[in-house]
Nanobody, 123 residues
């Protein structure tokens, strides 16, 4: 099983990025998936999650209204559209697959992790 995250980069304040996370090795269409991030010296924190069929989405207060999560089960891929980026959004972003029957909002509720993609927002 492999989760390949991509789409990170360097952007100015107010800019946008779109992250993708493609799963291979098995399908996760029955599992919730999501994004976490970790800034230097800080713990990994919840960013956003989406249930198995995309009908329900969840966001941390810090990104609500600016980020949008989506998924394409046919492609075994989730996305994170990030708009109005701020310097405090700078972090390594990780995609993750939740354990069965949960929508993970803490790292311990995730079974599989991607390798992370760096997002840097300059002021």
């Amino acid at each position: 099983v492999q989760l390949q995250a991509s789409g990170g980069g360097l952007v100015q304040t107010g800019g946008s990025l779109r992250l993708s996370c493609a799963a291979s090795g098995r399908t996760f269409s029955s599992r919730a998936m999501g994004w976490f991030r970790q800034a230097p010296g800080k713990e990994r924190e919840f960013v956003s999650a989406i249930n198995w069929n995309g009908a329900n989405t969840y966001y941390s207060d810090s990104v609500k209204g600016r980020f949008t999560i989506s998924r394409d089960n046919a492609k075994n891929t989730i996305y994170l559209q990030m708009n109005s980026l701020k310097p405090e959004d700078t972090a390594v972003y990780y995609c993750a697959v939740a354990k069965a029957y949960v929508v993970a909002r803490v790292p311990s509720e995730c079974d599989y992790w991607g390798q992370g993609t760096q997002v840097t927002v300059s002021s």
